[in-house]
């Protein structure tokens, strides 16, 4: 729960932004100088931009939830079984171990969207985020029926 106000709050204050910023692009335009609409329409790219990227990661964090509820219901969420540290942090051959049984289990089952999911949980319990998300990206299009694309 936490989590998710975090998110709202960041994506409120970031929209707010996108619109001043916004604002300003569309006062420069309306100046009527070459110089500045030049920059009001630079201006205006930048909350465009971060405006495609928070609507992109929110349909990625909605989708990897839709599918972390049906894994749930079916029973197959993986189960914390990681040692950790005495500050809290996941302890990385813990992690490491975990990761090796989630890799074997996703060769051997490359077209379930299950093991996908568990393995992106693997790699984000290892701290690898980039790869995390592509396993998740890979998760989803499964789920949905979509080609894979190849990493």
């Given amino acids: 729960m936490r989590a998710k106000i975090t998110y709202l709050v960041t994506a409120a204050v970031l929209v707010f932004y996108f619109v ?15 110089l500045t609409v030049t920059f009001g329409v630079a201006v205006l790219v930048l909350p465009v931009i971060g405006l495609w990227f928070l609507w992109k990661n929110t349909q990625f964090v909605r989708r990897a939830n839709q599918l972390a509820a049906e894994l749930d219901a079916e029973g197959g969420l993986p189960v914390d079984e990681l040692k950790r540290t005495p500050s809290g942090r996941v302890d990385r051959e813990s992690a490491d171990e975990v990761f090796a049984l989630r890799r074997a289990e996703t060769e ?13 949980v693997a790699y984000h319990d290892a701290r690898d985020t980039p790869r995390a998300r592509k396993a998740m990206q890979r998760a989803i299009a499964l789920h949905d029926g979509k080609p894979a694309q190849t990493a």
């Fill in 20 to 34: 001043l910023v916004g604002s300003r692009g569309v006062l420069l335009i309306e100046a009527g100088t070459l």
């Fill in 108 to 120: 051997d089952a490359p077209g379930d969207w299950r093991s996908w999911f568990r393995l992106a």
